[in-house]
């Protein structure tokens, strides 16, 4: 978070620093402070902030139509249409940015941000991959998974008999749909798996909600979870 005597120090610096730019009076500079994203103000560092004064200093074409407080998040945010979309949270690679201070990175959204969230979870070989989930996707993944769970249970068993090898497959589907490759459905075996093993599937969910990836079991625990031992997935 960043106050307003840090926000109005660095905007003050900066419009004294760029070229036929005119200093902010003090009334300008708590509009400014006012019209700035509550989401902005509470997601920036003095670090940050003082980051994205420099890239506005450096940036060889600054936006000409844009109000110099608000042209600061073009270089912390994902853009759509040359703005900065603070709803979305900071970019994903700001941290590689700041690491490196002393160039300019242009704020031009990389390739894959023009393509929406659901077409970037697909591989070349058309399955969702974790990889391409950011960590608010992902998560939003386990509460559905969670979701379809509980109306799962409510549907309740149908009489479905599993062989010990359909278990093992099942079980490993439905931790694989909590780690993010796929959602959970009604006809899948592995719903019929979390009804076979109530208190492990809500171990794992809650695993997976903390937002640690539940790790695939060795074989041999397969076998004890089968058997009817403590769940070790």
């Known amino acids: 978070m960043i106050t307003i005597e840090e926000f109005q120090t660095a905007l003050t610096g900066l419009s004294q620093l760029l070229p036929m730019s005119r200093q902010m009076t003090a009334p300008a500079l708590v509009i400014a402070w ?21 890239q506005r200093a450096m940036d060889p074409s600054p936006p000409k139509e844009v109000p110099l407080h608000l042209s600061l998040l073009r270089y912390l945010y994902p853009l759509r249409n040359d703005c900065a979309e603070v709803e979305r949270g900071l970019r994903a690679d700001l941290t ?29 070989s058309g399955f969702w991959h974790p990889s391409m989930l950011s960590p608010e996707e992902l998560r939003a993944h386990v509460q559905k998974v969670a979701l379809q769970v509980e109306r799962v249970r409510a549907k309740g068993d149908q009489g479905t008999t599993m062989t010990p090898a359909q278990s093992a497959s099942a079980g490993i589907l439905f931790m694989r749909a909590l780690q993010g490759f796929w959602p959970l459905h009604h006809d899948n075996i592995a719903a019929l798996w979390v009804l076979r093993n109530r208190k492990c599937a809500d171990e794992l969910i809650q695993i997976a909600l903390e937002g640690n990836t539940p790790a695939l079991p060795p074989g041999e625990a397969v076998v004890a979870q089968l058997v009817g031992g403590p769940c070790q997935w």
């Not at 019209?35 to 004064?53: E, G, M, N, W």
């Not at 990175?105 to 941000?113: F, G, L, T, V, Y």
Request: charged share 20%; proline share 12%; hydrophobic share 35%.
């Open 34 to 54: 006012d019209t700035t994203p509550i989401t902005a103000k509470q997601q920036l560092t003095p670090q940050s902030l003082a980051f994205a004064v420099s």
């Open 96 to 124: 590689q940015r700041m690491a490196q201070p002393d160039r300019f990175h242009d704020p031009a959204p990389a390739r894959e941000e023009h393509t929406p969230a659901s077409a970037r979870r697909l591989t070349a």
